[in-house]
């Protein structure tokens, strides 16, 4: 079952297509990165299955039920843009007040569990308008974390984080999906931390939906390949050419696309006389591969 | 401790109206709205210029200012005649009981739009897609610090009486009456207030505007409910309160089902 099905669902503002006919398929207990953009749409489209925007047209279903049905909404945490919350109140009164507002049965208690868990134990007496930034977003993921939810919405959580808090929230949402089978919908920028738990990707240009695939389908499109620097590329293109039926510049490197041996090419360039300056065997990353994409959609669209 | 998954409107309405109860205590603005409402009587009484006996205390003869006509206590909680009295620049006709709920607007107008302000409406919204349970548990938070702010003001005339020596004679029936009748329509007036807050949202300062000029507008309403009132008053005021909250609530739950929260 998908925890988060969207059909032709658009939202326009003042006649501009924000969210535009998005099919949206986040299978239950996946991790889903949602990337694009700025502007292409991630945060509306987040909002209207959150049920804080009225749609312009498609519909909205999580876990197989229309998204107004308060059973199913009362299951989710979110936390999308910033943390609401009241400036004078503290961490704790904060959390608390969320807690009531789930009508959780011993909200201190589940107030506490929380603080413990995103390392915020030490700052719940301090008032929120004082809380650092990383503190806030800290927050915020306390806030979306509490009750257990069963599908955890997150517009770019790890704003603003250092290194450990950024380590934090991975590896909860990894634990809260292992362990209790949390449906998670992530979008961020940071899309090499992104990878690090993501088992699926959706990506978003202009409120539409160009690719939605499995991580382990992506991997396989990430293509690896020997990147290799010397004292005259195109003298060494042309040579790897007569091998390699997959050599292309790129960023002032020669990429060999079908050798996953670098020592096979640094000998073979050897032998025709070409002096290797530098050589690596590397991967495609979510970001270049991103990137790629983007790139082949610009294109796409100038020809159009 | 799993997030419980009712679809019931009445644990959907007491979650709510637990939230707004926990802030309404933990936020000053209940308490400022309190202290104003047991201030102004005692203001008002201290500075009338009635001796013991209800007689004007000027020792010229001449007569008492245009807003001071109580000859006892009871009468700034009656206060007929004299909501925005017929000289609009005659202030101390306005400062009487029925200005509490101008007050109650105001705490309305600040509640609702610091929901939008900070955010928190997106946790209350994600969970609660019935707008009718935020709408409902305003408009109960509303009639709880108006019956607060009466009973704050009805205290506060009874101190200032007793310690500027005021005649406390009435008839208990008609007070209780009275007072009640107040709290009841309270229920319109907050209704119509929560209508403005969730229009502007987080524009608080055109929110208080509005409730302002509205609340100065309206308010002598509610002093039908006068001294004199009986179980019929309370009736009427009883109807005219639900009513009112109803349809008015309509309208707000319309609002905000109609437009974008975020």
């Known amino acids: 079952m998908n925890a988060i099905e969207t059909h032709e669902l658009s939202k326009s503002f003042h006649g501009l297509n924000a969210v535009d006919h998005l099919d949206l398929r986040v299978p239950e207990g996946s991790i889903y990165g949602f990337i694009g953009e700025n502007g292409s749409g991630k945060s509306t489209a987040e909002k209207l299955i959150c049920g804080l925007l009225v749609p312009s047209g498609g519909s909205i279903s999580l876990y197989g039920r229309p998204h107004t049905d308060p059973v199913i909404r009362s299951q989710i945490g979110l936390l999308i843009e910033n943390p609401g919350c009241f400036p004078n109140s503290t961490v704790y009164q904060n959390l608390l007040m969320q807690a009531l507002n789930l009508d959780l049965r011993r909200p201190q208690e589940e107030v506490g569990r929380v603080l413990k868990l995103v390392s915020l134990v030490s700052a719940a007496g301090r008032r929120y308008k004082d809380c650092s930034l990383g503190m806030k977003q800290r927050l915020g993921v306390a806030q979306a974390l509490l009750g257990h939810p069963r599908l955890l919405i997150l517009d770019e959580p790890i704003n603003g984080l250092d290194a450990d808090g950024i380590r934090i929230v991975r590896e909860t949402l990894i634990e809260l999906n292992r362990s209790e089978g949390v449906t998670v919908l992530i979008s961020s920028h940071i899309l090499g931390e992104l990878s690090k738990i993501a088992t699926h990707y959706g990506i978003l240009r202009a409120g539409a939906l160009i690719r939605q695939t499995p991580a382990s389908a992506l991997s396989a499109e990430c293509r690896d390949f020997v990147a290799v620097k010397t004292d005259d590329d195109p003298r060494a293109q042309a040579i790897l050419r007569s091998r390699y039926s997959q050599v292309e510049p790129q960023d002032g490197v020669i990429r060999v696309y079908d050798e996953t041996d670098s020592s096979s090419v640094s000998g073979f360039l050897h032998q025709h006389g070409v002096g290797v300056a530098e050589i690596s065997y590397q991967t495609i990353g979510l970001e270049e591969y991103y990137l790629q994409i983007m790139s082949h959609q610009t294109q796409e669209s100038r020809h159009a | ?262």
Request: proline fraction near 5%.
């Open chain 2, 1 to 262: 401790m799993p997030r419980p998954a009712s679809s019931g409107a009445r644990p959907r309405v007491a979650s709510m109206l637990r939230l707004d109860f926990h802030r309404l205590f933990h936020t000053p603005i209940l308490y400022v709205m309190l202290t104003v409402s047991a201030i102004i009587p005692a203001l008002l009484l201290t500075t009338t210029g009635l001796d013991a006996s209800g007689a004007p205390a000027d020792p010229s003869g001449r007569p008492a200012p245009p807003s001071v006509e109580h000859t006892n206590v009871w009468q700034l909680i009656e206060s007929t005649g004299r909501s925005g009295g017929a000289d609009p620049l005659d202030f101390g006709g306005y400062a009487n009981i029925n200005m509490v709920f101008i007050f109650a607007g105001l705490l309305m107008a600040i509640f609702v739009a610091h929901d939008y302000i900070s955010g928190f409406v997106k946790n209350i919204f994600s969970v609660h897609p019935q707008k009718a349970d935020y709408v409902i548990s305003k408009t109960v938070i509303g009639i709880f610090s108006g019956a607060g702010m009466i009973l704050a003001y009805v205290f506060g005339s009874v101190i200032a009486g007793l310690i500027t020596g005021q005649a406390f004679d009435v008839a208990v029936s008609g007070l209780i009456w009275c007072l009640l009748s107040k709290i009841l329509l309270m229920g319109v007036f907050c209704a119509l207030f929560l209508g403005v807050a969730v229009f502007f949202r987080s524009k608080l300062w055109i929110t208080i505007v509005f409730t302002f000029l509205l609340g100065m507008t309206l308010y002598p309403a509610a002093s039908v409910a006068t001294l004199d009132s009986t179980p019929a008053t309370t009736l009427a005021s009883l109807l005219a309160g639900t009513v009112g909250a109803v349809g008015l609530g309509a309208v707000s739950t319309l609002i905000l089902n109609r437009r974008d929260l975020a």
